[in-house]
């Protein structure tokens, strides 16, 4: 049974930093994109950023620059590493997994809530 538990959301100071996990279990790790993603109240879910491999990420226009994803596949573990936050980026981030190849993510966690204050 696969499970993806996200952990390190709370509440953080717009301009702070927050860094994100989750950890991986029941598959086989190195054999999967991991991705972010996030909804806002009110709002579809995005893609936040994605790791193909070790030289391919994704990341949305409104996190380049401020955000890195990355993971230790020793660990089965994938990182949100958050800079420079705005209120805007309030949201529940959910981490997702997909076989390397396949168009739909099939796995997601249960999410964990960001708030950043102004």
């Known amino acids: 049974q696969v499970q993806l538990v996200e952990s390190g959301g709370g509440l953080v100071q717009s301009g702070g930093s927050l860094r994100l996990s989750c950890r991986a279990s029941?598959?086989?790790?190195?054999?999967?994109?991991m991705a972010w993603f996030r909804q806002a109240p009110g709002k579809e879910r995005e893609l936040v950023a994605a790791?193909?491999?070790?030289?391919?990420?994704y990341y949305g226009d409104s996190v380049k620059g401020r955000f890195s994803i990355s993971r230790d596949d020793d660990n089965n573990i994938v990182y949100l590493q958050m800079s420079g936050v705005k209120p805007e980026d309030t949201a529940v981030y959910y981490c997702?997994?997909?076989?390397?190849?396949?168009?739909?993510?099939?796995?997601w966690g249960q999410g964990t809530m960001v708030t950043v204050s102004s």
């Open positions: 029941g598959l086989r790790f190195g054999a999967y994109v």
């Open positions: 790791q193909y491999n070790v030289r391919a990420t």
């Open positions: 997702a997994a997909k076989p390397r190849g396949a168009t739909e993510y099939d796995h």
